[in-house]
């Protein structure tokens, strides 16, 4: 499945099912089916960094389709683009708190929802059902942003203790 040498000792075709079924459970839950499998590649690597090529031939895919999962997976926080010193290619990086990153910078998101949902209730007029429908998902999204963030401190004091600071 990958390249690594660390990872030499281990069974080729256990490692790329493993990623292929994780992956299938991703794009169930509703990610893009390449960006699934680039992710769970990363994620089921020793060192979490791989290249292009690397993940090219051990997906079996395209430059193109690693490239374009790349992209969405940076836009939502799951994996970092590096340099490789002294040369143009590029390493793409899980970090081991790569979930934690992804839902703390959905706050954005449901920044602009909360906001959008505002405006919706001031124009359907808060009297009236579909106003009142509104008013009950804006408080939804506001009491899920609360939690959220409660919830990924308890998380970050909860990961220090069992994995320590990193």
Known sequence: MTTEPAEAGRDPE??????????AQLVE???????????TALLASDSGSLTSAELGESLRVSPAAVSGAVRYLSQQHMVAREREPGSRRERYRVHSNQWYE?????????KRWESALREGVA???ADTPAGRRMAETLAFFEFMDGEIAAMME???VHREKTFGAG
């Open 29 to 39: 839950a509703g990610m893009q089916r390449m960006p699934a499998r680039v992710f």
């Open 123 to 125: 124009s359907l007029g």
């Open 14 to 23: 256990a490692v790329s099912k493993f990623v292929e079924g994780f992956a």
């Open 102 to 110: 992804a839902l703390t910078n959905r706050e954005a998101v449901l």
């Open 154 to 156: 308890r998380w970050r």
